[in-house]
């Protein structure tokens, strides 16, 4: 297995001194779910500002309860633990921020060229087409103080092919992008605060998400279940963070579904 050096706490910390939003750091070796962790401490304790980094994943979860592992080494996950004060109608930009995070902070770490890192409605970062990481948000209610949000990302850093969970999934090292991981998720945290704030303040970063998304202005099929597919073109993203697609019978908002870029005609 092409594992990649581990995470370096104290450096992770020392890059994001500067980043408030993050109280406590925790780095670990190997654990079931960083979001689950991470839930636990939300129903159980007032954390806030809590992110916990681990090199191995057995028993993650990604969206429609897709099982995603990491393995040791090879990929990071990590989940964040904030207590938001927006209205929960507001939440489902989160997951769309965190995608936003990733694919910034990937740039930024690895000096990827311009276009090849993307971003597809609601949340998957693509390099060169192909998926690198997956993401979960999930809401964490709690007896020690307000709801929680739990924000889950697994980037898959040095697989090689046969490791791939899936055919169209790559990984950092298969695209020619070597990066230190400290600085990987330091950079990823740090645009994250930023965008968080952002939303705290606004309740939405419209205008930054249709800049990144590359399913906007471009041919889409929508996959809701095995039986329902919608063919359109994307068009935006409303004030939830629902896709706007043109479809031939009108403009459709979908809260949800598998989208899959289409080649331009």
């Not at 020392?14 to 925790?26: A, G, H």
């Not at 779910?33 to 979860?61: C, H, I, K, W």
């Not at 004060?85 to 489902?92: I, Q």
């Not at 400290?182 to 939405?204: C, H, I, K």
């Amino acid at each position: 297995m092409p594992a990649s050096p581990p995470v370096d706490h104290e450096r992770l910390v020392q890059l994001l001194r500067e980043v408030p939003l993050w109280r406590t750091v925790q780095c670990v070796a190997t654990t079931g779910s960083t979001n689950a962790d991470l839930a636990e401490q939300a129903r159980t304790s007032p954390a806030d500002g809590m992110v916990l980094v681990s090199e191995e994943q057995t028993a993650g979860r990604g969206r429609f309860e897709r099982r995603w592992e990491t393995p040791a080494g090879a990929s990071v996950a990590f989940s964040l633990l904030l207590r938001p004060t927006r209205p929960a109608r507001d939440w489902g930009w989160l997951s769309l921020l965190a995608g936003m995070a990733v694919s910034t902070g990937i740039e930024r770490a690895t000096g990827a060229e311009r276009g090849r890192v993307e971003l597809k409605w609601p949340n998957d970062v693509l390099i060169d087409g192909k998926k690198l990481c997956g993401i979960l948000s999930e809401r964490v209610e709690s007896s020690q103080g307000p709801a929680a949000a739990v924000v889950g990302v697994g980037i898959n850093i040095s697989l090689d092919e046969a490791e791939l969970p899936v055919p169209t999934a790559t990984s950092l090292r298969l695209a020619g992008l070597e990066a230190d991981k400290s600085e990987v998720l330091a950079a990823v945290f740090t645009e994250f605060a930023r965008l968080y704030e952002l939303w705290e303040r606004d309740g939405q970063v419209h205008d930054e998400y249709l800049r990144r998304c590359a399913s906007i202005g471009r041919p889409l099929r929508v996959m809701i279940d095995e039986q329902t597919n919608v063919l359109g073109t994307g068009e935006s993203v409303d004030e939830f963070g629902r896709l706007v697609v043109r479809t031939p019978s009108g403009l459709q908002a979908f809260s949800a579904g598998d989208v899959f870029h289409l080649r331009l005609q």
